[in-house]
């Protein structure tokens, strides 16, 4: 028994415990390092690639079934990146989003059965206006999760900012989260509004979603 609970506790991941500590409390957490250093730059490497090969498009809004592009709400281009995927980097990235899937249905009986994620470029001065990540006819989205794929010299005078509007006993309290490299901000699909800032410069990251059934 003893070499069970060793076992155990040798399997849990501290940032993945974090994760999970700020949602219960919070519903947000936003964690430094949630990606490898190797593996932001190969996946930062894999989107300028595929972005200067054309293979992105306009961001929509709206799910599949009614969507609609409208610049004047959200600026960014996407590329969606596919579970059978064979592309490396993008298997790492899944994996790891894998690994934290599994620990969260084990601790907290969440349900995720699905995850969906896209890279997304904004170009400089683009922007998406405050949402929330649930549709009208589909409230499968669980969870939020953006990974931030910028450059090491991102500054927060560069912009970009993603920003979480909490809701706090004396009201709203919005909170301010930089993209730097590596860091991802996971949140509550169906309950927080939330907005990305125009950034005097490309910003790069992948976004995607936690879904239950």
Known sequence: MEELFE???????PLDESVIDDILQNGHSVIDGFLEENLVLSLRTDLLKKYEDDC?????IGNRTNETIKT??????????YEHTTDYSHRLFLDRINDLVVYLNKTCFLGILRTEFHYAVY?????????????????????????N????????????????YLKGTAGEVPKTVYPFPGRAA???SRVLEHEVKAAIRQRLSITGWLKTR
């Not at 992105?56 to 929509?60: G, V």
């Not at 170009?123 to 990974?147: I, M, Q, T, W």
């Open 56 to 60: 992105f498009k306009k961001a929509a």
């Open 123 to 147: 170009p400089e001065g683009k922007f998406y206006k405050r949402h929330l990540d649930a549709f009208e006819n589909d409230d499968r989205r669980k969870l939020s999760v953006v990974c």
């Open 149 to 164: 794929l910028n450059e090491d010299d991102w500054l927060p005078e560069h912009g970009g900012e993603l920003v979480l």
């Open 72 to 81: 004047g709400i959200r600026g960014d281009f996407i590329l969606w990146i």
């Open 7 to 13: 076992q155990l506790a040798f399997s849990i991941n």
């Open 186 to 188: 996971v949140f509550e």
